[in-house]
T-cell receptor, first 111, second 115 residues
Framework: NAGVTQTPKFRVLKTGQSMTLLCAQD?????MYWYRQDPGMGLRLIHY???????AKGEVPDGYNVSRLKKQNFLLGLESAAPSQTSVYFC??????????FGPGTRLTVT | KQEVTQIPAALSVPEGENLVLNCSFT??????LQWFRQDPGKGLTSLLL?????REQTSGRLNASLDKSSGRSTLYIAASQPGDSATYLC??????????????FGGGTRVLVKP
């Protein structure tokens, strides 16, 4: 039982490049989330999903897209990376109304 | 819009001292409040969850209180140990039945327990 896993762990991008972050969970959770964490600002919700095939915007969705084609996977895409997207990205999953379980994070640097 | 604040941003105490971590929130219409621990380079681990109807929750050396009317929660860690060094974050879930269990996080308090 791996819980929530994230791929990759680290990535460096040049401005304008694109990439996809993968989150996978093996707990059969309905809900999945993508957050970003910047120094001193806690975690801010980017996008979330309440079930396979559904997505919704969070607090800071601009510049990101997501997809949930399979229940266990939640993908976060950056179409044209900007230095302002340098951050640590966390994925989480949960059942409705219960604790969220977090992945280990992906550290992204955009130069 | 809900805002969650944690002061101080950093705290250093000698081993054995009790830790007191503060969390305040602006909108008292919360469903629950959760405390997390984050180790450097790691994800978040849930420590305690307090429902809005509860006043406190305890787990081992950890005790969290909630005063919804004043918008405050306090996490107490008794007899601190070097292994308690980490960043502690609080997060609130709104009362409104918005889809998704969305959480609003504070900025965290970075704790160092010196041997």
């Amino acid at each position: 039982n791996a819980g929530v896993t994230q791929t990759p762990k680290f990535r460096v991008l040049k401005t304008g490049q694109s990439m996809t972050l993968l989150c996978a969970q093996d707990m059969n959770h309905e809900y999945m989330y993508w957050y970003r964490q910047d120094p001193g600002m806690g975690l801010r919700l980017i996008h979330y999903s309440v079930g396979e095939g559904t997505t919704a915007k969070g607090e800071v969705p601009d510049g990101y897209n997501v997809s949930r084609l399979k229940k266990q996977n939640f993908l976060l895409g950056l179409e044209s990376a900007a230095p302002s997207q340098t951050s640590v990205y966390f994925c989480a999953s949960s059942w409705p109304g219960t604790n969220q379980y977090f992945g280990p994070g992906t550290r992204l640097t955009v130069t | 819009k809900q805002e969650v604040t944690q002061i101080p941003a950093a705290l250093s105490v000698p081993e054995g001292e009790n830790l007191v971590l503060n969390c305040s929130f602006t909108d008292s219409a919360i469903y629950n409040l959760q405390w997390f621990r984050q180790d450097p380079g790691k994800g978040l681990t849930s420590l305690l969850l307090i429902q809005s109807s509860q006043r406190e929750q305890t787990s081992g050396r950890l005790n969290a209180s909630l005063d919804k009317s004043s918008g405050r929660s306090t996490l107490y860690i008794a007899a601190s140990q070097p292994g308690d060094s980490a960043t502690y974050l609080c997060a609130v879930r709104p009362m409104i039945k918005a889809a998704g269990n969305k959480l609003t996080f504070g900025g965290g308090t970075r704790v160092l327990v010196k041997p």
